[in-house]
Nanobody
Framework: QVQLVESGGELVQAGGSLRLSCAAS????????MGWFRQAPGKEREFVAY????????YYADSVKGRFTISRDNAKNTVYIQMNSLKPEDTAIYYC?????????????????WGQGTQVTVSS
C-alpha cells in the first residue's frame, strides 16, 4: 500500500515556474514507477510524465517536453516535477501516481495509487 500526497500547486503568471512535490508513504517507494497526470476542467485526465523506479528513464508528453522535468529522491520517498515556462493551458489539477506495472506508463489505469491532487493555475 502506498499513500501519496501532492503539494506545491498555486497561482502563477504565464512564463513562471513551479515545482510540485509528491510525498509517498511506505518503505517500497523505490520499487514503483511514478507518474504525473493532470486534469483540466471539463477535460479527461491526461498523462504528463513518468520516471522509472531507479530514475534512469523518464518520458514526457509532447505538450510539456522541454519545459517540465520529472525527478525523484528515493531516500526521501518523494517525486517532483519542475515546471518552467508555464502557459495558461497548463492550468489543471496535477496528480501523482504509482505503479509496479511493467509497461503502459502513459495510461492512467496502469497506476494503482493516486494522490488527491494539487491545483495549478496559470494566469495570462
Amino acid at each position: 500500500q502506498v499513500q501519496l500526497v501532492e503539494s506545491g500547486g498555486e497561482l502563477v503568471q504565464a512564463g513562471g515556474s513551479l515545482r510540485l512535490s509528491c510525498a509517498a508513504s511506505g518503505r517500497t517507494f523505490s520499487s514503483y514507477v511514478m507518474g504525473w497526470f493532470r486534469q483540466a476542467p471539463g477535460k479527461e485526465r491526461e498523462f504528463v510524465a513518468y520516471i522509472s523506479s531507479s530514475a534512469i528513464s523518464t518520458y514526457y508528453a509532447d505538450s510539456v517536453k522541454g519545459r517540465f522535468t520529472i525527478s525523484r529522491d528515493n531516500a526521501k520517498n518523494t517525486v517532483y516535477i519542475q515546471m518552467n515556462s508555464l502557459k495558461p493551458e497548463d492550468t489543471a489539477i496535477y496528480y501523482c501516481a504509482a505503479t509496479r506495472a511493467s509497461y503502459y506508463y502513459t495510461v492512467s489505469r496502469t497506476y494503482n495509487y493516486w494522490g488527491q491532487g494539487t491545483q495549478v493555475t496559470v494566469s495570462s
